[in-house]
């Protein structure tokens, strides 16, 4: 069988490191594949004008499966500032890549995993009756509709006259808004499609009924926000009535929800919502199990077979400076994990895991953030794991 070539995407900052810690795992594991990396992020912005170019866009279109590390996004003006100055005069406008590519091979949904690793000292504890500590197991599956709400990126300042005048045909924008100088409005869009709507919802509920999760909860705001929250509600309540009898549908609003989770995480099984209030609540849940240092994702389309696994950390990018890096690669080495399910090497998945967990519960190699130290170049001489010793004690394990 001819090896699998998988697209790198190490990005900025740590994102280098992590991945290349997650492939030396993969490699441990014996998984056969060969890599190679593509050009995306910061410093492709600064001299090409272009976060993800051209290049990068046709090597996933060719390859399907892409890890992809880390990148780093700042404000209009000073993603500006930091462009080549040949190419300030250009019009150039900078977007998020990561955001480009999923609207771009419409990897429209996400799943985030929430799981509690025993031994973890991380993990979220409470007080029970009579003063008992307790540590609920999470294990929580977010789905998060990708390319659309308030993502969708079809937002103004100063908008447009046609815009405008289509804003004043609502009662609302007239009684709030209508009296405020149109250059002195910034508006920003929240679209949700039925199209898009119904293959979020599907693949939560499938994944529910796959792994025997109790419950799907859609978690948005459908009694303020009542076109597009109410929207997903609507038809997750016709979905399970007609194809999931057997799987109980809750409702929560996103501000409850973040109340809920730390008081009873374990209730939860799959959580569907858009783009916004999945980002929220992924991140909530994340926080649970250790923070972003364990969070890891997919983002992939059904039709197409493309998909895209990453950590939901950022690139950090004054870690990426320390002489020994410091960050905890699991939430990469778990994305990897992602990626064999995905394209059915799940013995290796499953192996990979078992090794990560069996160093967690040892609790012999711990990176900074595990021993609840501040993120400093010093962190390594007392007593903190480096991200490569880390590694190491992954691959020991395997």
Known sequence: MSKRTIVSLPGDGIGRTVLEETIRVLDAAEFEADYVEGDIGWDFWRTEGNPLPQRTIDLLEKHKIALFGA???KPKDEAFEELAPELQEKGLVYSSPIVGLRQHFNLDICL??????????LNFIRRGPGGVIEEPEVDVAIFRQNTEGLYGGVEWSDPPEIVHEALMTHPKFVKNFGKTPKEELSVSTRIFTKKSTERILR??????????YKSVTVCEKPNVIRETSGMMYKMAQQMQKADFPEIELWNTNIDAQMMWLTKNPENYGVIVAGNMFGDIVSDGFAGLIGGLGFACSAQYNPDS?????????????KYAD???SIVNPIAMIESSCMMLDFIDENEIAKKIRKAVADVIAEGKVRTYDMQKMPGRADVIE??????AE???????KL
């Open 71 to 73: 990148i780093t996004s």
């Open 112 to 121: 985030r995993p929430c799981r509690t690793y025993k031994g973890n000292p």
């Open 203 to 212: 693949a939560a509920f499938e994944h529910a009924k796959k792994y025997g």
């Open 305 to 317: 077979g493309i998909a895209v696994f990453e950590p939901t950390h950022g690139s950090a990018p």
């Open 322 to 324: 320390y002489e020994t």
């Open 382 to 387: 007392k007593g903190a794991a480096s991200t």
């Open 390 to 396: 880390m590694a190491d004690a992954i691959i020991a």
